[in-house]
């Protein structure tokens, strides 16, 4: 069964992070890693599959930047825990983004100085 670990960035929501920071809850147990799959949306090669330590990236949640530069488009995110003599749990529950990082000047408007 699969849980619902991750937190932000909220699912379907859309960001303009070059540098997706994520994060997701501690499940019910203590994985000593986690791996972190960031793939285009609906599947296919894996942008970003890094393992972690979990010693470096969680408190009382787990929130890490990868360091691979995505390019505007639609993502899909997923991760897992490792723990020695348990292995690897199921990957937890898929959420999706959207990278948008041209941004819109709002103020000042066209011409104004």
């Not at 809850?25 to 330590?53: A, K, R």
Request: glycine fraction near 8%.
């Amino acid at each position: 069964m699969k849980s619902s670990w991750p937190i932000s960035p909220a699912d379907a929501s859309t960001i303009d992070q070059m540098h997706p920071v994520l994060t997701w809850s501690i499940p019910g147990w203590t994985p000593e890693d986690y791996e972190v799959v960031i793939e285009p949306l609906g599947g296919g090669t894996p942008l970003v599959d890094q393992w972690v330590s979990a010693a470096a990236v969680c408190t009382s949640d787990c929130t890490w930047m990868t360091n691979t530069t995505l390019s505007d488009g639609d993502y899909q995110w997923q991760v897992r825990g490792y723990t020695a003599g348990v292995g690897a749990s199921e990957f937890s529950t898929t959420w999706t983004f959207e990278l948008n990082s041209k941004v819109e000047l709002v103020s000042p408007s066209s011409g104004a100085t």
